[in-house]
């Protein structure tokens, strides 16, 4: 476990989740979830500290991704709380409405937040997502079908994609 204080003098604690597709590095103040990288991400924010057990939002967070990894959970129920612009915001908050197992274009998810022509704008607030698949930014692809990008690796969202589309059969 890292603590680390922000420029507000918040507390935050990261750890690292091993999933069975990689490690994941959880972020959380004392009331929410504040983060969720990967471990190909060039962003994450602390050292690469390992714990495995002593505080309550981990142990909530462990058991969910557990549950999401074993396909038993579809959706997180975890208290979030995230930064970004209002643009960014705005485009974090309609990822959480994809339906687990379907995607969406950068287009389309652009079209929904009422940018039209904004999604190339989309697309960049997506890769900046603080909370991987708890926000699902791995349901937007491009609008020919191809995977698009993303920010842990598209080995990582093929596998992601593939969870959720086996437990949709």
Same mark, same amino acid.
């Given at each position: 476990?890292?603590?680390?204080?922000?420029?507000?003098?918040?507390?935050?604690?990261?750890?690292?989740? &091993?999933?069975?597709?990689?490690?994941?590095? /959880?972020?959380?103040? &004392?009331?929410?979830?504040?983060?969720?990288?990967?471990?190909?991400?060039?962003?994450?924010? /602390?050292?690469?500290?390992?714990?495995?057990?002593?505080?309550? /939002?981990?142990?909530?967070?462990?058991?969910?991704?557990?549950?999401?990894?074993?396909?038993?959970?579809?959706?997180?129920?975890?208290?979030?709380?995230?930064?970004?612009?209002?643009? &960014?915001?705005?485009?974090?908050?309609?990822? &959480?409405?994809?339906?687990? %197992?379907?995607?969406?274009?950068?287009?389309?998810?652009?079209?929904?937040?009422?940018?039209?022509? =904004?999604?190339?704008?989309?697309?960049?607030?997506? %890769?900046?997502?603080?909370?991987?698949?708890?926000?699902?930014?791995?349901?937007?692809?491009?609008?020919?079908?191809?995977?698009?990008?993303?920010?842990?690796? /598209?080995?990582?969202?093929?596998?992601?994609? =593939?969870?959720?589309?086996?437990?949709?059969?």
């Amino acid at each position: 476990m890292t603590t680390y204080k922000n420029d507000t003098a918040n507390e935050f604690k990261q750890f690292q989740y &091993q999933s069975p597709i990689g490690a994941i590095f /959880l972020v959380f103040s &004392q009331k929410a979830l504040t983060g969720v990288f990967l471990e190909k991400q060039g962003n994450i924010p /602390l050292n690469n500290d390992k714990v495995i057990n002593g505080f309550p /939002l981990f142990n909530q967070a462990v058991k969910e991704f557990e549950e999401y990894f074993s396909k038993k959970r579809k959706k997180f129920s975890l208290p979030l709380d995230f930064s970004g612009t209002d643009f &960014q915001k705005k485009v974090w908050l309609e990822l &959480q409405k994809i339906p687990f %197992g379907k995607t969406l274009s950068y287009k389309e998810l652009a079209i929904k937040i009422n940018h039209r022509k =904004a999604y190339r704008a989309v697309g960049s607030a997506n %890769g900046k997502n603080p909370l991987c698949i708890v926000i699902p930014c791995h349901r937007v692809i491009s609008a020919d079908g191809s995977l698009g990008g993303y920010s842990g690796g /598209l080995d990582w969202k093929r596998k992601l994609l =593939a969870l959720e589309n086996e437990m949709i059969k």
